[in-house]
């Protein structure tokens, strides 16, 4: 089965630094990898995905994701962070379910805070 | 304008009663899914829908049972709930069963049962 590692189950960064959330894969073939955030009592938010290509992907409010291939990571980036981005952060991996179809396989989530 | 709607957003009930939760999605997709987010956050797939047919059965207690009415509704019944059933259940929807296809997520539905 496909799966994904999140090491940290909480980062903490000061507004205006550089944020990196990690996320490492383990999959057999090709890999398609998403990031989600998830704001407090809230539904999962699709940030950014790899499907193949440019290994630097770029997604929504700021992110960004690098594909590295020799390290089986997908790390979630911004520049500056702010205050507003405090919340729960998922890395996913698409994986055959039983039967016939495709679902998300969840790390364990890293929460990250942005102090001010 | 919600794409991926769940109803109700929160649901207290008592051990032992059959309760059902509604998913409606207005993006056109195909494909629909349940998921179950546990107290530790966790993530995990329940069901999956493509186009009215059950495409995911994971092992989840047959108390479970999904039901599609058309493809823009996937609908979890729950029945003899359990103290253990107790967590947030998140209706998920895109465009098709593909590995590539981007997965759009409810609201959420935090049950607990007393």
């Known amino acids: 089965a496909q799966s994904v590692a999140q090491p940290e189950d909480q980062v903490n960064v000061a507004e205006g630094n550089p944020l990196t959330v990690k996320c490492t894969y383990s999959?057999?073939?090709?890999?398609?990898l998403f990031w989600y955030v998830q704001y407090p009592n809230r539904g999962l938010q699709f940030l950014l995905k790899?499907?193949?290509?440019?290994?630097l992907v770029k997604g929504s409010y700021g992110f960004e994701a690098e594909f590295n291939k020799s390290q089986t990571s997908f790390h979630l980036k911004k520049p500056s962070a702010l205050v507003s981005d405090s919340a729960l952060y998922f890395c996913a991996v698409r994986d055959r379910g039983s039967n016939s179809g495709y679902a998300l396989n969840f790390g364990k989530g890293t929460s990250l805070l942005v102090t001010p | 304008d919600t794409a991926v709607s769940q109803t109700p957003k929160y649901l207290v009930t008592q051990m032992g009663n059959d309760k059902s939760i509604k998913c409606e999605q207005n993006l056109g997709h195909d494909t629909m899914y349940w998921y179950k987010q546990d107290s530790k956050k966790f993530l995990k797939i329940m069901f999956s829908?493509?186009?009215?047919?059950?495409?995911i059965n994971e092992t989840v207690p047959n108390r479970f049972s999904p039901k599609s009415p058309d493809k823009a509704h996937l609908n979890l019944h729950i029945n003899s709930l359990e103290l253990g059933d107790s967590a947030v259940y998140f209706c998920?929807?895109?465009?098709?069963?593909?590995?590539?296809?981007?997965?759009?997520f409810g609201p959420g539905t935090r049950l607990l049962v007393l």
């Open positions: 998920a929807s895109s465009q098709g069963p593909q590995l590539r296809e981007t997965q759009y």
């Open positions: 999959v057999s073939g090709n890999p398609y």
């Open positions: 790899y499907i193949t290509g440019d290994n």
């Open positions: 829908y493509n186009n009215k047919e059950l495409i």
